[in-house]
């Protein structure tokens, strides 16, 4: 199981150097779907061995493609598509691993939407990668699944997966009104303020620090920003605040942001110790019958089990990361993934570091 790789566009898009692509790690994804497809996991003596690829969110960042170095906030199907486009041609060596990943006996991929790569809400696009990766094309495909119902999933030996983002508030997706229908124009998806805050005010500000989005914990960053550049951080405060009062008290037909969420949203966001891993073992409490939670979403690779049994495992991220947290500072990047066995209904769950074709890979010892 990944999450968060963030494949946008490529590395040179629409005539110059991308700098918002955040994926550089081509050659060893493809070397990691081919691992887990071949060799003991292609053929074993009881005929093809079962794998199935889960992809929790994130992998595609249509946050992250612009159209002629903009980023529309009112996105439609035709918008998204030629998105998708631009992240196919950006990615061909991925796109044919995953491809050549399905077409292998016993394989399988299941794709969970994310806050960037919501798009996925559309139908044509969920058709259009499903064609992508499909050994032969299909739509609908035995192979290859993508879901938009539903936010989380279940597997056997009581194991649940979500991508994370709802439970922040500012990056909850509506699965029950993903798009927003206006009789004068093509629908458009139903973003989050915290898509539009990627859209216009991060993306924007790349081009002076190109860092930004890739720092963690964002209020480490702030704090120290105050001290370090105080000019800079003062205008992405003055910006972030103003898209927040726009997009909350002014009414646009293209979102639907609830002001019942502005409470929690701002509790969250003045909460210095608001952490996902937290509210992932509230969650397994109140949750009696799932043992294992795993999540993606905030680029922090964690595998911790708590002295009732339960655990709880974060897939991390394959982009490079600039982390201010004392626990892993100054680490750059850790090709994370969940590595799940079952047998007998039982599941045997391990976060893992992908290391290269020669090792393969190793336990994550973050």
Known sequence: MI?????????????????????????EMCEFF?????????????????VE??????????????TEGEFEDSITESLALSKLEAVIVGHPKVMAALRRFASRPGKKITYLIGNHDADLFFPKIRERITREWDPAGNY??????????????????AVEIHHGNQFEAIHVLDFEQPLVHDSAREPVLNIPWGSLYVLKILNRL?????????????????????????????????????????TFLLYDPRRLSSLKRLPKILFQ???????????????????????????????KPMHKVY????????????TKMINLDWRNIGRQYCLTFAHVRIRGGEALCELREWAGEQAPHRRFQG
């Open 269 to 299: 966001e003045f909460d210095f110790l608001q952490d996902l891993e937290r509210q992932g073992r509230r969650y397994l409490e109140q949750q009696s019958e799932v043992k294992t939670l795993i999540l993606g979403h905030t680029h």
């Open 140 to 157: 609908p495909s035995q192979v290859v699944t993508l879901i938009a119902d539903r936010d989380r999933v279940q597997r056997p030996g």
């Open 34 to 50: 081919d691992h887990f497809s071949t060799g003991v996991y292609g053929e074993g003596p009881g005929g093809p061995v079962s």
């Open 3 to 27: 999450s968060d790789c963030h494949l946008s566009a490529g590395r040179f898009f629409e005539g110059r150097l991308n700098i918002h692509e955040d994926f550089h790690f081509d050659d």
């Open 53 to 66: 690829l889960f992809i929790n969110g994130d992998f595609l960042d249509f946050l992250n493609v612009p």
């Open 206 to 246: 790349k081009w002076e620090r190109e860092f930004i989005d890739k720092v963690r914990p964002i209020k480490v960053f702030m704090i120290l920003g105050f001290i370090l550049d105080p000019l800079f951080i003062l205008r992405f405060a003055a910006l972030s605040t103003f898209y927040f009062l726009k």
């Open 307 to 318: 002295p009732d049994g339960k655990q709880y495992l974060n897939t991390g991220t394959w």
